[in-house]
């Protein structure tokens, strides 16, 4: 059995490693567009500088990826409490909020917030973003952090963003899972009677996030595999409904029995028009530490700064910088066709305005900015995504998965979990985003 696997990200390097542990004798070759794996999960140490691609953290409540993740990271991991905060009316509050934040806000959005919990705007179906979000928490904290957010943070509208958006972003990203958060009312109801939240994640004690890819890539190595980097797919051969070759940009065909496709959906589907954010990251390397910068990750939901997030690198690990230093990473999420994305260096200096009117950084201490381009970071949830995934016809040996094979948000512990259970042979349906 020949399989071929495109893409060296989580899923695809889970897929390669489980695979050929099972020891089937199976021939698996792993292709990659990038010189390096860990697709979304790649890190950069630039002069002693460790930076992944924005905040990434290891956290699941599936008993099978924790143990996953522990096999593979062995003893070199640590396990980290988090503290993430959100800047509002020109302070950073924890997030998710507590009642000391939530009362230092500003009066009179306290007070309209307050009168939301009486009042819910008449929504009869909710279908997009925008609905759900003012159906659970009314209008003024709507409009105060979502819609700004949202519409910096996609470019669209929440109006015309899939309700999707709200149960994987949202939910998952923005609203703490241990903090009961499905209306205002029990949002308010955690603030003022509030449950410790502790939740603890893993981060490799060595390196980036990246790490955990490395290390995959040396099992997958030990076991007979093959990782062809700078190895761009372009497409797919196949024949009544079976593929039988995967095609290089460069020219070249690779017999398959069957293909796992982990990188976007949308080089073989172009047709579908679904289409997917990119992200720029901008790695900033300061010269002393910034004592205000005591969280690990903050959102920025004011439209006028260019930034959506920062990350400050050494709240993951004190040796993430240099000693006696300091970094934060900022992401900017935009299209190709954007000014930021072809010339970064067009928005340096709005960059440093807006960072240092946050505290996040003094100029003067900047050593350098180190730009990334990160294509493909988001599935974009239009009203009809849906359709359009549905209209494709997948042959019976190509698995689609991964995050941007799938088309879904998933974080790297969904990436694993996918993996998994198509090895299992459990559950795995090639039209599962139907079933979600
Ligand atoms: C800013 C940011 C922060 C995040 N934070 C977290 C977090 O804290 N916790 C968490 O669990 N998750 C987080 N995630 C999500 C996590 O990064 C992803 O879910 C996970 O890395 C996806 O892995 P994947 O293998 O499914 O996809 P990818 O990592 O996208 O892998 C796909 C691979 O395919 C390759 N590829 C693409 N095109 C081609 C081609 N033509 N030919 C060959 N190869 C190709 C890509 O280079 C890539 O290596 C974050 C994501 C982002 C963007």
Known sequence: MKTVIVGAGLSGLTLAERILSSGNGEEVTVLEREDAPGGLARSFNIDGFHFDIGPHRFHTFNKDVDSYLLEILADCFISISRKSSVYMAGKYRNWPLTLTSVLNLPFPLL???????????????????????????????????FSGYTRKFTGIDAENLHVDWAQAGVNRAVIDKHVKSDSLFSLAKGLLLPKPVATQFYYPSKGGIQTFCDFQCGRI?????????????????????????????????????????????????PETNLSFLNTLTANVALSSEIPSNDYQWCYFGQEDLIFSRLTVPRNFREDCVPSGRDSVIAEITC???????????SIRDRLINDLESVGAIKRDDVIFIDWQRIPETYPVYTLDYKE???????????????????????????????????????DFKQDFWNER
């Not at 007070?111 to 939301?116: H, I, N, T, V």
């Not at 919990?117 to 409009?143: C, H, M, Q, T, W």
């Open 111 to 145: 007070w309209k917030s307050f009168l939301d919990l009486f009042y819910k705007p008449d929504i009869p179906a909710v279908e997009s973003f925008a609905d759900f979000i003012r159906s659970r928490y009314g209008d003024n904290l709507y409009n105060f952090f």
């Open 221 to 269: 190595e030990e076991t007979g595999g093959s990782i062809r980097y700078s190895t761009a797919v372009a497409g797919i051969t196949s024949n009544n409904g079976v593929v039988s070759t995967v095609e290089l940009k460069s020219g070249e065909t690779i017999p398959a029995d069957r293909v796992f496709w982990t990188a976007p959906i949308t080089i073989l589907y």
């Open 388 to 426: 359009k995934l549905s209209s494709v016809n997948v042959p019976r040996n190509l698995f689609l998965t991964g995050r941007s094979g799938s088309f879904w948000y998933n974080n790297m512990d969904h990436s694993i979990a996918q993996a998994l259970s198509i090895v299992q042979g459990s």
């Open 335 to 345: 299209n190709s066709d954007s000014e930021f994305w072809k010339n970064p260096e």
